[in-house]
């Protein structure tokens, strides 16, 4: 079993910055790769920012240069801070967990945490 622990999200004034942490525990023998989704009201999941183990980084063209993703290995945590926030960019956000144990390969995802922009 894994589990992903998130936190950070809220309600925040166009502008404004929150951080997300996302903290995977449970049976993870080798993380490939760590990242956030994020769903709006109608609209399918996507894409926002991963990180490879070997620190290879990925953004959305929507949130580069306001997004930054990080990670902490030794806590197999990974964290986004997401600066200069647009209502646009209200959704419920998702961890992602891309691992292999016994040579297959397994998605996990968290609970998913609410951020809100107001205009």
């Known amino acids: 079993q894994v589990h992903l622990a998130e936190s950070g999200g809220g309600l925040v004034q166009a502008g404004g910055s929150l951080r997300l942490s996302c903290a995977a525990s449970?049976?993870?023998?080798?993380?490939?790769?760590m990242g956030w989704y994020r769903q709006a009201p109608g609209k399918q999941r996507e894409v926002v920012a991963s990180i490879t183990s070997g620190g290879s980084i990925n953004y959305a063209d929507s949130v580069k240069g306001r997004f930054t993703i990080s990670g902490d290995s030794a806590k197999n945590t990974v964290y986004l801070q997401m600066n200069s926030l647009k209502p646009e960019d209200t959704a419920v956000y998702y961890c992602?967990?891309?691992?292999?144990?016994?040579?297959?390969?397994?998605?996990?995802w968290g609970q998913g945490t609410q951020v809100t922009v107001s205009s």
């Open positions: 449970g049976s993870i023998f080798s993380i490939n790769a």
């Open positions: 992602n967990l891309d691992h292999e144990r016994y040579g297959s390969t397994y998605y996990s």
